[in-house]
């Protein structure tokens, strides 16, 4: 068998990972035309679920890869979640609107990790720019200004193959090797706590165990119901620091801690194992043409169930910022811009899974409470508010840069990001849409920039109106770049393609 490296292939961009934010990036750089390459140390994809959560942002991500459709059949909708006492009292009441949100798309979704991948992985084969190769175990990075290589073992054959590229992303987890070549270290945010996390196939149907996604802040037994699609359920159970992995993975011990809710007679374990909830942050998240992205760069604990969610967050922040770059329309300087925009974002994120960690072990109670809001009824809810963006790009008026933009329908009834796609976009008040393209069109066209007027799109003005302005540039991956004020000229925001001018930090 031999192991003489392979002549050198060139790509634009290798990802090290396929998981769903290693697949969901190179879906998005195939739709930029990036030549990309995803090289995975696993011959298939896990087969068991992980993550069981994502939302409006995320399905508005897939939607933007032309993959909502087909991952629609493999969702339910989650009316929220709740969290009692020992006695079972309500304590906090997080729900979610049965509607659709101004993302276009409902808050919060339930899925099976393996078929949310199935769909993804199957969406690369549309790029014949984009392949994926399996069973490939990266061993070793270089850089230089020219480019970076990647080099691995094909564990097929043993042999040794060498590729060069402009950039490397590591969405390879919490154990991220392209994050060793980075050098980075993780601020540690002080969460890490042993769950057992316990996910069984329902023989026989049990309502009485609720749709809610329950959190039994018990100080004995903290646990954790979520309900899965069909008949899928989890649960997850602490680990006292004096228990051992094995044993308590063990079946009998399983049921024991399930006793609860379940009987062996009713349900099968499809998987009992111990997992460590961290939280962490990578320090630094690029370096010359090494990337992170998804686990690699933070760690969360899942009580707000946005692990994944960051992740996809992260690649629809980079995919649009590196495929500039390798076109030449962007100095690599625009990459800066992914981490501190990013970090904040997901940091702010990890905390008040941290505080709600708090009210789940019942070690600081009182500090997760404060972040509910009090009702009329005397009961405590909880309303997640969307952090900003950090500090990156801006233009124009500044007060809704680093926001999310709703999604509009149109006309025909159709979402207005499908007439976008992943490019930017200008959204102008009636009867200004018109004007802009007739006086701009080579700038338009030369920065890619779709026009979206409200003579097309229903409750535009109506937004426009409610803010004070008259347009608003949104980046490709949905965010707000910037505005102008009513009675300024919109064509001004165009200036903010430049990706020069910095974003103050929120307040």
Known sequence: ??????????????????????????????????????????????????????????????????????????????????????????????PRPSEPTAMGWNLSYRFHQPDLEAVLNNGLERWPHVELRTRCDVFALEQDQDGARVR????????????????????????????RFIGSALDDLGFHERWLVCDVLLKEERPDLGDFSVQHCNPQ???????????????EITVHPDEDAADITRSARVWELLSSWLRPAEAEIERAAVYTFHSAVAQQWRSGRLLLAGDSAHQTPPFLGQGMCAGIRDAANLAWKLAHVIAGKATPDLLDTYQSERAPHVREFIELAIRLGGLINTKAVEAALATGTAQGDGQLKLDVQKPLLGPGLACGERSMTGRLAPQFRSRDHGLSDDRVGY??????????GAAVIAQHH??????????????????????LDQHGFDAVLVRPDRYILGAVRTGEDPAALLSGL?????????A
């Open 221 to 235: 037994r903290p646990a954790t119901y979520i309900r899965g699609n069909g008949n899928r359920r989890r649960w």
């Open 152 to 179: 691995y073992e094909d564990l097929a054959n043993g042999r040794l193959v060498d590729i060069s590229c402009a950039y490397v992303v590591g969405c390879d987890g919490a154990r991220s090797l392209v994050r």
């Open 498 to 506: 430049a990706f020069l001018a910095p974003l103050p930090s929120a």
């Open 423 to 432: 490019r930017f976009a200008l959204l102008c008040r009636s009867r200004l």
């Open 442 to 463: 080579a700038r338009l066209t030369e920065a890619d920039v779709a026009v979206i007027c409200g003579e097309d799109a229903g409750g535009l003005d109506g937004w």
């Open 1 to 94: 068998m031999s192991n003489t490296a392979a002549h050198c292939e060139n790509f634009d961009v290798v990802i090290v990972g396929r998981g769903p934010v290693g697949s969901t990036l190179a879906n998005l750089l195939g739709l930029c035309g990036i030549r990309t390459l995803i090289l995975e140390r696993e011959a298939k994809a896990y087969h068991l679920p992980r993550a069981v959560h994502f939302d409006d942002e995320c399905m508005r991500v897939f939607q933007t890869l032309g993959l909502a459709d087909a991952i629609l059949p493999h969702l339910s909708l989650s009316p929220g979640m709740r969290f009692v006492d020992a006695e079972g009292r309500l304590l906090l009441d997080w």
